[in-house]
Nanobody, 120 residues
């Protein structure tokens, strides 16, 4: 089992910045990728950004140029720096991890979510 603990959400005015962090712990053999998803009220959960173990990144079009995902491998921690925030970025942000066991079994894990609210 892998546990993901998020931090850094909150309330910010439009144009402001927030930094989210997610620390993975537990029975970790290999993390293939970590990333952030978000779910706004009444909408489906969507990918915000992810980062693979070889350094590849993927961003939603809506956040390109404003958000940056990074990872501290030694600590199995992923960060999401969010700049130029907009009211439409308001959502619950979830950390996710794609992990493998020594036997090659892959599992997905999710954090509990952290609220990001951007006021206009």
């Amino acid at each position: 089992q892998v546990q993901l603990v998020e931090s850094g959400g909150g309330l910010v005015q439009a144009g402001g910045s927030l930094r989210l962090s997610c620390a993975a712990s537990g029975n970790i053999f290999r993390i293939n990728a970590m990333g952030w998803y978000r779910q706004a009220s009444g909408k489906q959960r969507e990918l915000v950004a992810d980062l693979t173990s070889d350094g590849g990144t993927n961003y939603a079009d809506s956040v390109k140029g404003r958000f940056t995902i990074s990872r501290t491998n030694a600590k199995n921690t992923v960060h999401l720096q969010m700049n130029s925030l907009k009211p439409e970025d308001t959502a619950v942000y979830y950390c996710a991890a794609d992990s493998s066991t020594p036997w090659g079994v892959r599992n997905d894990y999710w954090g509990q979510g952290t609220q990001v609210t951007v006021s206009s």
